[in-house]
């Protein structure tokens, strides 16, 4: 069972919207930046939002992130069939440890 | 531009031990922390350890907690983590990652894959 919790599936037709929420305690979400992994099948994982809310160079504005106290939400806009992906949530926990969640398997219908 | 290479993972025997290696190049290792996260096939991701730039800190992850040593050797920018004991549910693909500059996990490498069986 993962530290921090993530649906383990969510599904959105292409154009349209769909949210991931990521949710922890006050030893790793409330107290840490959160951030996000875009991960599709058979590659490696990839950093797609740092520091709660920010882009890395080359990752589209469809995508951001938002966090409220122990909890953050990873948003995608204007879906794609390529945002197919595995996409996970990790902080640092106060018990000197990496956490991630469990993982949310994007469908674009 | 970053790249992260692992290596020595392989089928092997439970109770046996192993050690992975991770070589990064275009980036000035010594300045970054250093993490082995793994992946058991069809699962998702698991921390595994971290070790600071310089080494002064090492910290383990429950599964791995007490038989496994982590090290690396920044002239070679190389980074290795030792396994002992392993047991199947060490089965997975192993990589190697480096510490981001905002508590991120920014570069990864292509990963190893380790079978205990």
């Known amino acids: 069972q993962s530290v921090l919790t993530q649906p383990p599936s969510v599904s959105a037709a292409p154009g349209q919207k769909v949210t991931i929420s990521c949710s922890g305690s006050?030893?790793?979400?409330?107290?840490?930046?959160v951030s996000w992994y875009q991960q599709f099948p058979g590659a490696v994982p990839k950093l797609l939002i740092y520091?709660?809310?920010k882009r890395p160079s080359g990752i589209p504005d469809r995508f951001s992130g938002s966090k409220s106290g122990t909890s953050a939400t990873l948003a995608i806009t204007g879906l794609q069939t390529g945002d197919e992906a595995d996409y996970y949530c990790?902080?640092?926990?106060?018990?000197?440890?990496?956490?991630f969640g469990g993982g949310t398997k994007l469908t674009v219908l | 531009q970053v790249r992260l290479v692992e290596s020595g993972g392989g089928v092997v025997q439970p109770g046996t031990s192993l050690t992975l290696s991770c070589v990064a190049s275009?980036?000035?290792?010594?300045?970054?922390?250093m993490h082995w996260i793994r992946q058991p096939p069809g699962k998702g991701l698991e921390w595994v350890t971290f070790?600071?730039?310089?080494?002064?800190?090492?910290w383990y992850g429950e599964a791995v907690r007490g038989r496994s040593t982590m090290s690396r050797d920044n002239p070679r920018n190389a980074f290795y983590l030792q396994l002992h004991s392993l047991r199947a549910d060490d089965t997975a693909v192993y990589y190697c990652?480096?510490?981001?500059?905002?508590?991120?996990?920014?570069?990864w490498g292509q990963g190893t894959l380790l079978t205990v069986s």
């Open positions: 070790m600071s730039y310089d080494g002064d800190e090492k």
């Open positions: 275009g980036l000035t290792f010594n300045k970054y922390g």
């Open positions: 520091d709660n809310d």
């Open positions: 990652a480096t510490d981001g500059a905002h508590r991120d996990i920014g570069y």
């Open positions: 006050s030893s790793n979400i409330g107290r840490d930046p």
């Open positions: 990790g902080a640092w926990d106060i018990s000197q440890s990496w956490v």
